[in-house]
């Protein structure tokens, strides 16, 4: 059975970093794209990042390209976000999700989901 857990959200300054993590189980990081998305108070779903271990690609939106940073440790089934000069806009719930290869920016096209950690950037 798959499974998605996220973790490490919390609270940030303007400026600061965070690394939020997804502990995955039930499948295997070669076949499956792990996305990550975002979701603002009133406000829709959107891709963040992805990464396809099939292939090695990495995707970013415009949005935190040169900000965030996806990787993944295959030994310990996690995939991370880091984050780093994080904004006030950047305030979601941030989700990872899992598909098969090859990964998309589209939350339409993810079949499994975590939970969610949310993540606030204030002052």
């Known amino acids: 059975q798959v499974h998605l857990v996220e973790s490490g959200g919390g609270l940030v300054q303007p400026g600061g970093s965070l690394r939020v993590s997804c502990t995955i189980s039930?499948?295997?990081?070669?076949?499956?794209?792990v996305g990550w998305f975002r979701q603002a108070p009133g406000k829709g779903r959107q891709g963040v990042s992805f990464?396809?271990?099939?292939?090695?690609?990495?995707t970013y939106s415009d949005a935190v390209r040169g900000r965030f940073t996806v990787s993944s440790d295959k030994a310990k089934h996690t995939v991370y976000l880091q984050m780093n000069s994080l904004k006030l806009e950047d305030t979601a719930v941030y989700y990872c999700?899992?598909?098969?290869?090859?990964?998309?920016?589209?939350?339409?096209?993810?079949?499994?989901w975590g939970k969610g950690t949310l993540v606030t950037v204030s002052s």
């Open positions: 990464i396809s271990n099939g292939d090695g690609s990495t």
């Open positions: 039930g499948f295997s990081l070669d076949s499956y794209a």
């Open positions: 999700a899992a598909r098969r290869w090859p990964g998309t920016l589209n939350p339409l096209m993810y079949d499994y």
